[in-house]
């Protein structure tokens, strides 16, 4: 929305018991508008809907700030949200507007060209392939100082180089104002490196505006594919730490009742979720560091167990029981947080691919200087071809959906660090088992 000029005054709506919006003044409306929506239809507003609901569940007068994706702008402001009776009455004031951000999340889980818009060896051309913009650090690769390139054309910049087919996926890409990736390139004031380049096209109403990239070291060959990923990995941890951290903080608050007087089942259910985020930090903090080595001494049944609990309400939410029998302590060489990221992992991905109504098992044993923990679901099982590809990063079963593929390499990396392992018996229909193996104490 184009910023009004009563930008500083309150703005009202109201939405009912079915979260329409179903009253709203210019401002709210056009915010609505733009998102998809209607006046009478459901609010599209996502941080307006989760202040609505927390004001709901505590039946308190919340105020929050929020942001909404307008056409021309993103837009900060302070929702203030009051239940009456079965509606919810809105009032946002101090607005601020800024240049739209691009997506980030989507980008960097698609793994396409936009992995970090404004990120390390990233560029920008116009129409005519003359450059708008050079990263200071593809810049220092080049040998150029800051802005010297800027207006430049492309291949004055670049040397392109035709691929394995004799192709230029630029010029062809270019022709048709479309994507492009693969295009061999090396500087044009030296022979080395050689570059790989990769863009997106940018339309604004249907017209094309140039080209928006990025620049990987390495070529088809594969050499460039580990900085490629070091790069989505180091994308993905800027995208989530910042919001967990608040998820953190958030909850934690909430279990504290620092905000006001809550029901006691609210302020455990913010104990869960400060756990849950906390582990999910653990996670982050695995993708690039070092695994925790062997040597201390845990309860694979006991974590196991503690495991389980921080899934319970995915499990609730899926219909799906966990069945964990008492069992005797069952020790094993290893470190805590890596056996419970693990664990929570498999236990995970058992609860996300079991149908509703049916039942995922864990069990122990011991064996041969081992202690095993199995997980057993009654999923779709996974095809043989599958079952080491799984294990590598960014690689799903066959018609895997929601995850990004780094949980099984994580969890595999984390156990053979132990000294221990990560074993799957599975065939197509008949469910998955998959074992954390450690060495036993």
């Known amino acids: 929305m184009a910023e009004p000029a009563g930008a500083n005054r309150a703005v009202f709506g109201r939405v009912d018991s079915h979260d329409r919006l179903i009253d709203a003044d210019a401002e709210l409306a056009a915010l609505q508008l733009e998102a998809g929506g209607s006046i009478g239809g459901k609010l599209l507003l996502p941080q307006v809907s989760a202040v609505i609901r927390v004001a709901r ?16 702008n993103d837009v900060e402001f302070w929702v203030t949200a009051t239940p009456e009776a079965d509606e919810v009455a809105l009032s946002i004031d101090r607005w601020s507007f800024r240049p739209p951000a691009a997506p980030r999340l989507e980008a960097i889980l698609a793994g396409g060209p936009e992995l970090r818009p ?20 593809l810049a220092a690769l080049l040998s150029l100082a800051p802005g010297e390139a800027i207006g430049q054309p492309l291949t004055k910049i670049f040397r392109l180089e035709e691929d394995e087919s004799g192709d230029f996926p630029i010029l062809a890409a270019a022709a048709a104002q479309d994507d492009f990736s693969g295009q061999l390139a090396r500087p044009r ?30 070529g088809p060959d594969g050499s460039g594919k580990d900085a490629q990923r070091e790069a989505v990995e180091s994308a993905l941890d ?3 730490r910042s ?95 890596a056996v419970i990221q693990i664990l929570v992992n498999l236990i ?49 079963a066959s018609g895997a959906l929601g995850n990004t593929g780094l949980g099984l390499a994580i969890s595999r990396r984390l156990a053979r660090a132990m000294g221990g392992e990560i074993l799957v018996e599975s065939r197509p229909g008949e469910g998955a088992c998959f074992t954390l193996r450690l060495p036993a104490a």
């Not at 569940?57 to 021309?72: F, N, Q, S, Y």
Request: hydrophobic share 40%.
């Open 118 to 137: 404004t990120a390390a060896a990233s560029w920008s051309a116009d129409e005519r392939l003359r450059l708008t913009s050079l990263s200071s650090d």
């Open 57 to 72: 569940e505590l039946d308190i007068t919340v105020t929050r700030r929020a942001m909404a994706a307008g056409a021309d």
């Open 348 to 396: 995970g991905n058992a609860v996300r691919h079991s149908p509703e109504g049916s039942e995922v098992s864990v069990t122990f044993e011991r064996s041969n200087g081992f202690a095993e923990v199995h997980v057993r679901d009654c999923g779709p099982g996974i095809d043989p071809a599958d079952q080491e590809r799984i294990f590598e990063r960014f690689e799903k």
């Open 238 to 240: 800027d995208a989530l």
């Open 243 to 337: 919001p967990l951290d608040k998820i953190i903080r958030s909850a934690v608050r909430i279990s504290q009742r620092s905000e006001g007087p809550l029901r006691g089942d609210y302020a455990a259910y913010a104990t869960d979720i400060a756990a849950a985020a906390r582990h999910l930090m653990e996670v982050m903090s695995s993708m690039g560091g070092d695994a925790a080595g062997a040597g201390k001494l845990v309860d694979l049944a006991s974590l196991a167990d503690e495991s389980a609990g921080l899934l319970s309400s995915a499990a609730e939410q899926k219909i799906v029981k966990v069945e964990l029998p008492s069992n005797a302590p069952l020790m094993a060489h290893g470190d805590r947080s």
């Open 189 to 218: 004031n030296g022979e080395e490196p050689l570059l790989t380049l990769s863009a997106t096209a940018i339309n604004t109403d249907g017209r094309f505006e140039g080209y928006r990239g990025l620049v990987s070291t390495g």
